[in-house]
């Protein structure tokens, strides 16, 4: 099986701008999740789409949105870029995360640099 | 809270000698525990999880952790250490939900 894709692998944006970055779960995989990784803070929890529904949504600002469609792949948008949005944005799939045992499997991220 | 704490985020040890990267969860609820590896540039890869069936949990490249719920801990262990074991790893839980919490990363170089 292919693993979890997001495109584009990098990208560099100016302030103001948006950007969308997109996700490709594992094939029969229904959850998306969504995270930002940067060096001071680490990994903080964007959402969470199941079945093209929210599940759960971390505590960012009304910029952040995100969107699940019927196939399963996500798209994260980001409006109004500021400097401090620059950071790896990762994505990682898993069968349901109502079981006990899923596991987040996670693609290779994006890279989104403000300038 | 329910949170994960990394003890030390950035560990050093000489090749060949014992990895031990340490991980506390804080909960009065059992959670289901997970190590991931980071390498530069790359997404977070799936080491090994806990999931009540066996405190001692083997994973993958020698990697194995302890299940403590005494000490509410989940440590990384490997007995001799490579040089392709530098990178970043990240402890994680999951409680019944599906919210998954990620300590804040610990560095790991291995000095030839």
């Known amino acids: 099986k292919a693993g979890v894709t997001q495109t584009p692998r990098y990208l560099i944006k100016t302030r103001g701008q948006q950007v969308t970055l997109s996700c490709s779960p594992i094939?029969?995989?229904?959850?998306v999740s969504w995270y930002q990784q940067t060096p001071g803070q680490g990994l903080q929890f964007l959402f969470e789409?199941?079945?093209?529904?929210?599940?759960n949504k971390g505590n960012f600002p009304g910029r952040f949105s995100g969107r699940q469609f019927s196939n399963s792949r996500s798209e994260m948008n980001v409006s109004t870029l500021e400097l401090g949005d620059s950071a790896l944005y990762l994505c990682?799939?898993?069968?349901?995360?109502?079981?006990?045992?899923?596991?987040?499997?996670f693609g290779p991220g994006t890279r989104l640099t403000v300038l | 809270a329910q949170s994960v704490t990394q003890l030390g985020s950035h560990v050093s040890v000489s090749e060949g000698a014992l990895v031990l990267l340490r991980c506390n969860y804080s909960s009065s609820v059992p959670p289901y525990l997970f190590w991931y590896v980071q390498y530069p540039n790359q997404g977070l890869q799936l080491l090994l999880k806990y999931t009540s069936a066996a405190t001692l949990v083997k994973g993958i490249n020698g990697f194995e952790a302890e299940f403590k719920k005494s000490e509410t801990s989940f440590h990384l262990t490997k007995p001799s250490a490579h040089m392709s074991d530098a990178a970043e790893y990240f402890c994680?839980?999951?409680?019944?939900?599906?919210?998954?919490?990620f300590g804040t990363g610990t560095s790991l170089t291995v000095i030839p």
């Open positions: 789409y199941f079945s093209e529904t929210q599940r």
């Open positions: 094939s029969g995989h229904r959850s």
């Open positions: 994680a839980v999951r409680y019944t939900g599906n919210q998954f919490y």
């Open positions: 990682a799939s898993s069968l349901e995360v109502t079981s006990s045992t899923d596991t987040q499997y």
